[in-house]
């Protein structure tokens, strides 16, 4: 499995762009977690699936931010407009549903820069 | 809510020495998971160790190992002969079984040759 494939690696936008960051979780996973990293508040949780529904999303900080899950192997985090404090790593991660340590596998990230 | 503590901003170490990270959390669950993560400056998350709340035997991972303490609400992770690769932030987390998983703020530790 090549496991969680994000795109894209580098994005660098303007303020009030849309911006839409791209997550295909591993094969037979059925969570997936999208996750937010900045120097001043860490690795934030933003949005979790399980099933492809939206089970927590009280980390999206505003409106401006919206996450998909269309089907099991697709998702996506966009940001319209975006602003320069969204500048951050965003990572997608995957894992199974299912009784045990289940771990989350994680994506490269995509690294954000909104000038 | 259940938060993860690491009170070490910063670590150093000598190559072929032993290190231990430190890492509490708090939680009112009976059931739950921890884990160790490292994030090497490519960034990409890696998973270093896990531990099930409900095993009393502390994991061990070649060199890496953990002092789970449940009363306490500790979890610390000790390497061992410690090595050039082994710098990186190193992250604990905690999580309910099909729920997120909630990180600490990071150790970024160094190796000095």
């Known amino acids: 499995d090549a496991g969680v494939i994000q795109s894209p690696r580098h994005e660098v936008t303007e303020m009030g762009q849309e911006v839409t960051l791209r997550c295909k979780p591993i094969?037979?996973?059925?969570?997936l977690f999208w996750y937010r990293q900045t120097m001043m508040r860490g690795l934030e949780l933003l949005i979790y699936?399980?099933?492809?529904?939206?089970?927590?999303d009280s980390g999206m900080p505003e409106d401006r931010f919206s996450a998909k899950m269309p089907n099991a192997s697709f998702s996506t985090l966009k940001i319209q407009p975006s602003e320069p404090r969204d500048s951050a790593v965003y990572f997608c991660?995957?894992?199974?549903?299912?009784?045990?340590?289940?771990?989350?596998?994680f994506g490269a990230g995509s690294r954000l820069t909104v000038l | 809510a259940q938060t993860v503590t690491q009170s070490q901003p910063e670590m150093s170490v000598q190559e072929a020495e032993t290190v231990t990270l430190s890492c509490t959390y708090d939680?009112?669950?009976?059931?739950?998971?921890l884990f160790w993560y490292k994030q090497p400056p490519s960034r990409q998350m890696i998973l270093v160790i896990r531990?099930?709340?409900?095993?009393?035997q502390n994991a061990t991972e070649n060199r890496f190992s953990v002092n789970f303490q449940k009363a306490a609400k500790s979890f610390s992770l000790k390497i061992s002969d410690s090595q050039l690769g082994d710098a990186a932030m190193y992250f604990c987390?905690?999580?309910?079984?099909?729920?997120?998983?909630?990180f600490g703020a990071g150790t970024r530790l160094t190796v000095k040759p």
């Open positions: 991660a995957s894992s199974f549903t299912s009784p045990g340590a289940n771990v989350l596998t």
């Open positions: 094969s037979g996973h059925n969570s």
């Open positions: 699936f399980n099933n492809n529904v939206p089970i927590d």
């Open positions: 939680t009112s669950e009976s059931d739950y998971y």
């Open positions: 531990q099930e709340a409900y095993k009393q």
């Open positions: 987390a905690y999580r309910i079984a099909n729920n997120d998983m909630r």
